[in-house]
């Protein structure tokens, strides 16, 4: 069964935020699921989102609802595992228009996931989004390793290497 990957462990990057207001419109919008707030991007060529998850996860769709006239004619989504290069998984084309779009993602595992908004229907390249949904399942893989590095970057204690549970 797919579900919302997205969870309040998953670290996430924009590339802007409109007047650096991340107040009103910071990418804690993104995922919220409040139809009032949004995350606005200041201009530029190009914008785009990461997000790291706390485990593998299997990707299958992208949902995203933009603002009509703010939205992008291209979009990338790329994907990695650990420290891994990232890979392009697919190439999609949203619709200018209000309406929660979704695009199909072919089979891929990953931790790390990078959405890049190009060739934005707005004059100075600004992008609104509303919503911003990753469907999919969890990895059955888990990295140990991974999990360690995961929660240094949170700051919590690294525990003795007798107490690690390896798969």
């Known amino acids: 069964m797919t579900h919302s990957l997205v969870c309040p462990e998953t670290v996430s990057r924009v590339s802007s935020v409109l ?19 949004c ?20 990707v299958s769709q992208l949902q995203i609802q933009f603002q ?39 089979a891929a595992e ?5 959405v890049t908004f190009e060739d934005a229907t707005d004059f100075f390249g600004r992008v609104v989004i509303y919503h911003l949904r990753v469907l999919g399942e969890k990895g059955t893989n888990r990295d140990p390793c991974r999990d360690l590095h995961y929660r240094a970057k949170l700051g919590e204690p690294r525990p003795h290497p007798r107490n690690l549970n390896f798969p």
């Open 19 to 37: 007047n650096r207001n991340t107040r009103q419109f910071g990418k804690k919008h993104l995922f919220d699921q409040d139809e009032e707030t």
């Open 39 to 58: 995350w606005n991007s200041d201009q530029g060529p190009s914008q785009w989102v990461t997000l790291e998850f706390p485990q593998l996860i299997r």
């Open 68 to 106: 009509g006239g703010f939205s992008s004619r291209r979009g990338c989504l790329e994907g990695s595992q650990g420290t891994q290069a990232l890979r392009k998984i697919v190439d999609f084309y949203p619709e200018d228009n209000n309406s929660l779009q979704t695009f199909p993602i072919p």
């Open 110 to 114: 990953v931790d790390r996931l990078k």
